[in-house]
């Protein structure tokens, strides 16, 4: 895959905001320390001098009224790619679509998902620094994970506990021998356009932006949004 230097890279963010969420009930407009959720990522994102756009492609005209209220553009996406079994690449093919459409010209796409609110300007900037130090086709934000897949179980059918991978606990019962390991957090995808095209994040050279786990919240359940909303209430009270 052709390399680039920082001079070549034109980066848009697409934050995906559909309506409709199954954990939490319309979760990118539940208010989180006092504003709606997904306006914590649209002015991080804005903060960063090295996006040329900040775009947030929803279904959903009350999403779209925030996010202008925010300072997003906004791009409606048809019903058919916002449903619970969508690809989010839908959503953000249909994106690079309307912006070829317009004219608009980018070399890279930065994901912003609204559900990690955690995420700050300087992660963002740190991401792209990444992408520009390794000479790299995406960057990918990880945190460490919290269970080690070699301490995890599976429960059979006939309802017995065995181990999820050959190497288990018997072989690695000190924490401290574990290999590290890290899990995605959802936070950035920051990829070449040709990867969104092919329906990947991956490709080429992937390299990981790790993250700590204090802002490595994604947010999926109630108990999620409510310790969200413990840390931006901390956050302001600063």
Known sequence: MEKFS??????????????GSK??????????AGRPLISWTIEEALKCDKIDKVVVNTDDLEIAEIAKAYG??????????????????????Y???????QGHKSTHTLQLNP??????????NESIQLLEDFKADSVVSVTQAHTHPYWC??????????????????????????????ALNGSIFLVKNELIRANSYYG????????????SIDIDTPWELYLANLVLTDRKNL
């Not at 920082?6 to 309506?19: E, F, N, S, V």
């Not at 409606?76 to 619970?84: F, G, I, T, V, W």
């Not at 559900?115 to 963002?124: C, E, K, N, W």
């Not at 080429?204 to 802002?215: A, E, L, N």
């Open 72 to 93: 997003a553009e906004t791009q409606m996406r048809p019903s058919e790619l916002a449903q619970d079994s969508s690809s989010v690449f839908g959503a953000l093919n």
């Open 153 to 182: 179980k599976v429960v059979s059918d006939d309802f017995q506990l065995n181990d999820f991978l050959d190497q288990g606990p018997d072989d690695y019962k000190i924490r401290q021998e574990l290999p590290e390991v890290y």
């Open 6 to 19: 920082g001079q070549d890279m034109r980066i848009t963010a697409i934050i995906p905001a559909r309506g």
């Open 23 to 32: 954990g939490v009930l319309r979760k990118n407009v539940a208010l989180v």
């Open 204 to 215: 080429g050279k992937t390299v990981p932006y790790i993250m700590t786990s204090d802002c």
């Open 95 to 101: 994106g690079l679509d309307r912006f070829k459409e």
């Open 115 to 124: 559900t990690s609110p955690l995420r700050t300007v300087t992660h963002i």
